[in-house]
């Protein structure tokens, strides 16, 4: 039986991250009610991890509302979109002015603006927070970024920078701040998991040039991730791959590596950033050939069918393995920077549609522990940031430009010796256009522009003129007269 108005915070289902969240707050000594829909789910966490005197099992809405002390505060972890929506209503009636709703999960940064505006119509606060980390994360200390009604954050920033991780000399500054209001929070954790995609599938990239290109065995692959960890790539997804090509199947006695599938899977995050950069007009490339990579992997039965008919190269590079292993190192961290460039763009564009003011050093160093992008990388984007708040792209801070001059010449060569022995490198060669598209003075959409003219009437506009124009195309049409090497064909 609950007690009644004890508790700190409440929190609303047990699947394996809401209660290792559970556990994170009642060890940092805040008193938790907790709640599934299943009972028995409650009754098996609260008789065995959960099983401690300020963690509090309850059967019902009612029973865990009770058990809150006031203002109250209400995390919810269930699968985002309707059960969000099915909670909130069952919720409100039982709650009172000031009480807030945290929905923890993955959102839909519409969903959020949208709920926002409707919870505190009735008088309550929202938060729409994104937790990073995984199941680890949650248990030991996520990065979180917490967004929606400003007055919402006094009342719970104590509980949230006490679990979130922390990073520094001193390992006392919190990855958890403010972000900024309604959907902001879910906005910036789904920008998170975009860049995510991009990194995974960079790595998986720089893996298989150097496992076919360069014949690396598992053994030499973990000692080349393990150097790159203790330079500029040091980082979280660095770290674990490293460890992941170590790792043997206790039943072959294989390397595990070898025998997983190549199907990868997604939850739809990075779906969402490409889609949401889309109705922005915002390149996002690295995030969209990331979804794209993994849709690709999913169709094993197709590609199986195509490996016996479609031809290619030899998958073999001609650079030693030595050369050839520090030219992708350069290209990988020249394609992080682009991809993550791309990111605070796309947060940039949506602050300007959402009507958010975002401290984007703030965004950098919430990332910077308990989350999977988690790298010291991260901290040169805060100083970048500290340099100039309104940095217009990361590739034009100082010392990103130089990284990027620097690397320049493996990475081309890498995409270029990709392409020449038959290595699939989409992400790579998508963060290399984009950064020849961005330092061009022009580009070829001129021509663009008058085909759409040619045929649709869209009109263009001029280098010399201000203003809207239409040109009659078929009237000012001329015969095309043959060169001589046309005639000869």
């Not at 919870?119 to 949650?138: F, K």
């Amino acid at each position: 039986m609950a007690q009644q108005g004890k508790c700190d915070i409440a929190l609303i289902g047990l699947a394996v991250m809401g209660e290792n969240l559970a556990l994170n707050i009642a060890s940092r000594g805040y008193s938790i009610a907790v709640y599934n829909r299943t009972a028995s789910v409650t009754d098996a966490f609260t008789s065995s991890r959960g099983k401690q005197a300020n963690v509090v099992g309850c059967h019902t809405l009612e029973e865990l509302v009770g058990a809150l002390k006031t203002p109250r505060k209400i995390m919810m972890m269930v699968k985002a979109g309707p059960a969000v929506d099915d909670l909130i209503t069952k919720l409100t009636p039982l709650l009172s002015k000031g009480d807030v709703l945290i929905d923890g999960g993955n959102t839909l940064v519409t969903d959020t603006e949208r709920r926002t505006r409707e919870v505190e119509a009735n008088g309550l606060l929202y938060i729409g927070t994104g937790v990073s980390g995984g199941e680890e994360g949650a248990l030991k200390g996520p990065s979180m970024m917490p967004g929606g009604s400003p007055a919402a954050w006094p009342l719970v920033q104590p509980i949230f920078q006490a679990i979130a991780a922390k990073v520094g000399p001193k390992a006392d500054i919190p990855c958890c701040d403010w972000v900024g209001p309604r959907g902001a929070g879910h906005y910036v954790k789904m920008v998170h998991n975009g860049i995510e995609y991009g990194d995974m599938q960079l790595i998986c990239e720089a893996y298989w040039l150097l496992k076919t290109g360069a014949g690396l065995s598992n053994d030499q692959l973990a000692g080349v991730f393990d150097e790159w960890n203790r330079g500029e790539l040091d980082s979280y997804l660095i770290e674990i791959t490293r460890d992941i090509f170590t790792v043997r199947d206790p039943d072959s006695g294989d390397f595990m590596v070898d025998r997983i599938l190549d199907t990868a899977g997604a939850k739809g995050t990075g779906k969402w950033m490409s889609q949401l950069a889309l109705d922005m007009g915002v390149p996002s490339t690295l995030v969209t050939e990331a979804v794209y990579a993994r849709c690709l992997s999913a169709m094993k039965e197709a590609r199986v069918r195509a490996s016996k008919v479609l031809a290619g190269p030899d998958m073999k590079t001609k650079d030693t393995p030595v050369d050839f292993v520090d030219q992708v190192r350069k290209a990988l961290y020249a394609s992080k920077i682009a991809s993550y460039a791309q990111g605070f763009v796309q947060l940039a564009a949506a602050a300007k549609e959402y009507d958010w003011k975002l401290d984007y050093r703030s965004i950098s160093m919430l990332w910077r522990g308990g989350c999977i992008i988690r790298a010291q990388f991260l901290e040169r984007i805060a100083e970048a940031y500290v340099a100039d708040s309104n940095l217009e792209n990361l590739m034009l801070a100082p010392y990103f430009t130089k990284a990027l001059a620097d690397s320049q010449a493996a990475w081309r060569h890498v995409i270029a010796t990709a392409a020449t022995i038959g290595v699939p490198v989409p992400a790579f060669m998508a963060a290399l256009a984009y950064y020849d598209g961005y330092r061009h003075e022009r580009l070829p959409a001129n021509l663009l522009q008058a085909q759409r003219d040619y045929f649709g009437a869209h009109t263009y506009q001029r280098t010399d003129k201000a203003g809207t124009f239409h040109t009659e195309w078929i009237e000012l049409r001329k015969p095309v007269v043959a060169t001589n090497q046309q005639a000869k064909r």
